[in-house]
């Protein structure tokens, strides 16, 4: 439930985003800005919908992965390990 209902908040927030930008960017009368801000909008859904798919995939949708996997879990090193100590 909380996944689904978190989902589906998320959508919310994003299409009242959405909105608001595009009731902004016709306030302007300028058609650069129009083009710019469609633009930038395409980049911004395919951004939303590639993380969406991968939280989606993690979360457990095996049927989207299509071969691929992702670890919530892993975590980056940063520093080396240490030197290895040859056998005596």
Known sequence: FWKVAGG?????????NMFFVVDYVRSLHSLGLYVGAALLSVLYLSFVAYL???CLIALGVTSLSCGHSVSVTR???LEPPPPSRPPK
């Not at 589906?8 to 009242?16: A, E, K, N, R």
């Open 8 to 16: 589906l908040l998320i959508l919310l927030i994003c299409g009242i």
């Open 52 to 54: 969406s798919w991968l």
């Open 75 to 77: 975590t980056l090193r």
